[in-house]
């Protein structure tokens, strides 16, 4: 995603968000993100890839109000949320959508727009993206020695207990399943609308949207009172950048590994060569 999203780097301190990003992973929020980028003219945070593209810290803070009761602890939650979007002006995706209370009030003069998608080929999107991922039991190993890829499992098992989709259920623990967050579920699809339901609990109705990508620019314009752009909305291809996206932390991990394994190698090659120099006559 970083490719076609670029870094998510903040801008300026005292931006704050105009828009909070509601929907889940794989409703469009590639695409939403650079929308946003273009109607508010300024940076935008797609919380999916800045946990992995920008210092490891903000994965590490991630992790530690996933972790954190939201009652005992709001105003932790609440500090280390307004820390990390500092300098946007906007932000999309989980884990941020797993704060819309939380931000809502952090921001209160921002919008809460949940993108939308058709709730049975949003869960089969999300399938293919499961066959993307390392399966859980591996993460330990292949991210150990990447900074902020190895919190990928500690950041993966503190979303898990939340009100909200665990995004890759089948790499969790039976404890923290779909249907022990969300009993009882007749379908895994149906989480659109509990997430729906839950967002018009925590959000009033005054500053809560729900906007399908495939409606393009006017309803999205409309809701930010801004002129719609003299340009195609884009449509990004979210499934490919996602792909594209684990398959370079993937390959950046392996290559990591290679060049750990060869100076391994060439220092017991060097450890050879000293004894054999210096150590025969010891």
Not at 239 to 263: D, L, T
């Amino acid at each position: 995603m970083s490719s076609i999203l670029g870094p998510s780097l903040p801008g300026d301190p005292s931006l704050t968000p105009r828009v909070i990003g509601a929907g889940y992973s794989r409703t469009g929020t590639v695409s939403f993100t650079i929308a946003l980028q273009k109607l508010l003219n300024g940076p935008v945070c797609h919380t999916g890839s800045v946990c992995f593209n920008r210092e490891e810290a903000i994965i590490k803070q991630f992790c530690a109000i996933g972790k954190a009761d939201p009652v005992k602890d709001h105003a932790l939650i609440n500090n280390t949320l307004r820390g990390i979007f500092a300098g946007y002006v906007g932000l999309t995706d989980s884990p941020g959508s797993m704060y819309v209370g939380e931000l809502a009030e952090v921001y209160p003069d921002a919008v809460v727009i949940c993108t939308t998608r058709d709730a049975e080929r949003w869960w089969e999107s999300v399938q293919e993206l499961e066959k993307t991922v390392v399966a859980f039991w591996m993460q330990d190993i292949l991210f150990a020695p990447m900074p902020s890829l190895r919190y990928f499992k500690t950041f993966v098992m503190s979303m898990a207990p939340s009100e909200v989709l665990v995004t890759f259920p089948s790499f969790t623990p039976n404890t923290h399943t779909l249907s022990t967050v969300y009993p009882p579920l007749n379908t895994l699809p149906d989480h659109l609308q509990i997430h729906a339901e839950y967002l018009k609990r925590v959000v009033p109705s005054s500053r809560l949207f729900f906007f399908d990508v495939k409606d393009g620019w006017a309803p999205l314009c409309k809701i930010l009172e801004c002129p719609i752009p003299d340009e195609p909305f884009p449509h990004a291809n979210e499934n490919e950048a996602m792909q594209e996206f684990f398959a370079g932390m993937f390959r950046a991990a392996v290559v990591r590994w290679m060049q750990i394994i060869a100076g391994g190698g060439l220092l017991a090659v060097f450890g050879v060569w000293i004894y054999g120099r210096y150590g025969a006559g010891y």
